[in-house]
């Protein structure tokens, strides 16, 4: 005989559950942390690399980097000043998940860093749907992406608490409709606060930068 | 996409209840997905073949509700779908909605014997 059980219950919990459980875990060390989401070739390495001398001071960093292969970018983060730089390898998964973060965190001493900066892996459609316990999901978008990426991705867009919009060197040569694509990110995220900058220039970083600073002391 | 990761959860979520019930085989699960989430259902069903293998679950149908996509304009409060690339309120033109539904992704209820 057959019989209904009622289950209603949303298809990423485990991950939404250990989600958290990473999250109290950054808390209880006051590691404040950030979920750093983009397409490929975005400049969320660069952004590291530009991001970390200036918080050097400030700051100690860990920084954890997804990638399907190679330790290219834990590398390049180490360089330019991390505490520590962890690579996850995703073995060809498009984007990291909790248990990932979870293992991430396990190689780091949490009460020798101030902040995490986590890389995630170049998508823009993936990682937007893995909660991995960060305090803040940021999305660097860049000019020459294009300025139609809010209306084709608008799951990313609509899930972050900060844009920055990197390349705005690139402007004066690239057809990028700055109002086109700010109406998308409006319309999917109101309010949402954003840095136009240039990692290659250095202009817009500041900005950038004391946001970030503000998030670590509160 | 990530229809791997997501068709596992499924397996775990209804395999985890089925035991609670003390079933001996599960025939059918019927799943809420949004418009939004971008999920493929002939993907999930195609990785529930090979994973529900050799588990009470094998051979279990999936039925999908798709919940389409509702938007809500945060200036006039009108309640309208979203047209491809036009996410501006057809009623006042502003921009800045709340998602009504479309962002949907549960298991809803598992048939067992």
């Given at each position: 005989m057959t019989q209904r059980i009622p289950v209603v219950e949303r298809i990423l919990s485990a991950n939404d559950k250990l989600a958290e459980e990473n999250k109290s875990r950054l808390d209880a060390a006051n590691v404040f942390a950030i979920n750093l989401m983009a397409s490929p070739g975005a400049g969320k390495t660069s952004l590291i690399e530009q991001t970390l001398p200036r918080l050097a001071e400030k700051l100690r960093v860990a920084v954890v980097d997804g990638d399907i292969a190679t330790s290219i970018d834990a590398d390049r983060a180490a360089v330019a000043g991390a505490a520590v730089a962890v690579q996850i390898n995703?073995?060809?998964?498009?984007h990291l998940d909790a248990v990932m973060l979870q293992q991430a965190l396990g190689q780091?001493?949490?009460?020798?860093?101030?902040m995490l900066l986590v890389e995630n892996v170049?998508?823009?459609?993936?990682?937007?749907?893995?909660?991995?316990?960060?305090h803040k999901s940021v999305l660097v978008a860049s000019?020459?992406?294009?300025?139609d990426k809010p209306y084709k991705y608008p799951g990313m867009y609509r899930g972050v608490d900060g844009l920055v919009i990197n390349k705005i060197d690139l402007l004066p040569y690239i057809d990028f409709k700055m109002d086109y694509f700010q109406k998308g990110v409006e319309a999917l995220n109101p309010g949402l606060i954003t840095f136009p900058l240039s990692c290659r220039t250095g202009e817009g970083l500041d900005a950038w930068v004391e946001w970030l600073l503000n998030g670590a002391r509160t | 996409m990530h229809e791997l990761p997501v068709t596992q959860s499924i397996l775990d979520i209804a395999l985890k209840h089925a035991q609670k019930a003390d079933a001996?085989?599960?025939t059918d699960l019927h799943i809420v997905m949004g418009e939004?989430?971008?999920?493929v259902d002939e993907s999930i069903q195609f990785y529930w073949d090979i994973i529900a293998k050799?588990?009470?679950?094998?051979g279990a149908k999936l039925h999908f509700r798709i919940v389409p996509a509702e938007f809500q304009c945060m200036a006039c409060f009108e309640k309208y779908k979203p047209d491809g690339e036009e996410f501006s309120c057809?009623?006042?033109?502003a921009v800045g909605v709340k998602?009504?539904?479309?962002?949907e992704f549960s298991l809803e209820a598992i048939d067992v014997e």
């Open positions: 995703t073995g060809g998964e498009c780091i001493d949490l009460t020798t860093v101030d170049g998508n823009l459609v993936c990682p937007a749907s893995f909660a991995l316990g960060t000019i020459p992406e294009g300025d | 001996k085989r599960i939004l989430t971008k999920l050799d588990t009470i679950a094998e057809p009623n006042c033109g998602i009504v539904a479309g962002e």
